[in-house]
């Protein structure tokens, strides 16, 4: 079994910078991609950002793009959410998402795509 740790979440102001932090832990750990989801209040769980586990391609969320990046480290089965120029609209919970390691058929962007998940981090931006 699999298990996602988040952590860095917090209040910030608008236009700060917060880093979140995805822990994976699991003999059979072996992702294609890992990933991070949103869930504001009243609203469906939304795609930020993506990587491949495997190589380089990442894959971004149009309202993320030139603000947040997705490192990860292989060694440490660890990958993160830089997040810059915050805004109230980033205001939400946020989960970490890896998949089985299957050949992939469901693209990054899907919630679909993903067999396990965090517990989620909650990140509120005040005006």
């Known amino acids: 079994q699999v298990q996602l740790v988040e952590s860095g979440g917090g209040l910030v102001q608008a236009g700060d910078s917060l880093r979140l932090s995805c822990a994976a832990s699991?003999?059979?750990?072996?992702?294609?991609?890992m990933a991070w989801f949103r869930q504001a209040p009243g609203k469906e769980r939304e795609f930020v950002a993506a990587?491949?586990?495997?190589?380089?391609?990442?894959s971004y969320a149009d309202f993320v793009k030139g603000r947040f990046t997705i490192p990860r480290d292989n060694a440490k089965n660890t990958v993160s959410l830089l997040m810059n120029s915050l805004n109230p609209e980033d205001t939400a919970v946020y989960y970490c998402?890896?998949?089985?390691?299957?050949?992939?058929?469901?693209?990054?962007?899907?919630?679909?795509?993903?067999?396990?998940w965090g517990q989620g981090t909650q990140v509120t931006v005040s005006s």
């Open positions: 990587i491949s586990w495997r190589t380089s391609l990442t």
């Open positions: 998402a890896a998949d089985r390691g299957t050949y992939p058929t469901v693209p990054m962007t899907s919630t679909a795509r993903y067999n396990y």
């Open positions: 699991g003999r059979t750990f072996s992702p294609y991609a």
